[in-house]
């Protein structure tokens, strides 16, 4: 059996079995929440609950990673602000940020500027940066997030940057990009799909995700896509789907 075909058959075989996770693991969040408001807040049992939750947060992540990785799946785009977005995925971060005391640096110069992006799949590529900056850096470390009009590129305006910078432990390999390669992971609990998945993902939206090192400490990854130009009518892409503004 060629290679090609192999990967086909095992994609296929990870995305159903994906799916057939989905459901139940649906039911035991649902319950487990259930669980939990009963619980008094003061009860020592309320920990346990709450590790049940990261243990299934865990597994759906795995779960959507690898279902966004095999499925072809077709983005839906809507029109959104660049900032905001950015905003909204670091908002589902807050708690962790804050356990290890991380200080989060914004610096945005993209003021109205509109993306037409999957929202749900960017915010998964965004939250699957932040979890690895989180996860990169110690105690009081620091986690700078820019966003703005390329400039440098060929002039024009059409490209918005992302910049995730951390000043965490940086990566030992010399071809930084290998961290795209699916299943490429350093961590005893990682699946190495987090930045395999979110390359895929920006690629459907005609952009890139690039990483480089600080000059001084750290890794800062950068997503690029396309500035929405409102004139212009819609993306060729949603036609067939409709789309919507948010
Ligand atoms: N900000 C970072 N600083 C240092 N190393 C990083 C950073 N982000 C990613 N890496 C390296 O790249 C590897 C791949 O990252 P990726 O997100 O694809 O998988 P993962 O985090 O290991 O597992 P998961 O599938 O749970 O996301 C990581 O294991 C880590 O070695
Ligand atoms: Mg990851």
């Keep these: ?9 095992l994609g296929r075989m990870s995305a159903m079995l994906a799916h057939e996770i989905r459901n139940p693991l649906a039911g035991i969040s649902a319950v487990t929440q259930v669980l939990e408001g009963k619980i008094d807040t003061n009860d020592p049992r ?27 799946s077709r983005p839906y785009f809507v029109r959104v602000e660049t900032a905001s977005l950015v905003d909204k995925t670091l908002a589902f971060h807050v708690e962790d940020l804050e356990e290890k005391n991380i200080q989060v640096d914004r610096q945005y110069k993209s003021e109205g500027l509109l993306v037409q992006v999957d929202q749900e799949m960017i915010e998964r590529v965004f939250s699957n940066i932040i979890e690895n900056a989180i996860e990169a850096l110690d105690e009081n470390g620091r986690l700078t997030i820019t966003a703005a009009v390329d400039e ?3 002039g024009s305006g059409n490209t918005v940057r992302i910049g995730f910078s951390d000043t965490g432990r940086g990566s030992e390999i010399e071809d930084l990009s290998e961290m795209f390669s699916p299943f490429y992971t350093t961590k005893t609990k990682g699946t190495g799909l987090g930045l395999a998945v979110s ?3 920006v690629e459907e939206h005609n952009g890139t995700l690039e990483v480089a090192a600080n000059p001084d400490k750290g890794l800062t990854f950068t997503v690029s896509l396309p500035v929405d130009q409102p004139d212009e009518g819609s993306n060729p892409q949603n036609r067939q789907q409709g789309m919507k503004d948010v």
């Design 1 to 9: 059996m060629k290679n090609t075909d192999k990967f086909l058959i």
């Design 46 to 72: 309320k920990k346990y609950v709450s590790l049940i939750m990261k243990e299934i947060d865990r597994v759906n992540k795995i779960v959507h990673d690898l279902l966004d990785y095999t499925r072809d």
């Design 152 to 154: 440098d590129g060929d």
């Design 199 to 201: 390359s895929k993902v």
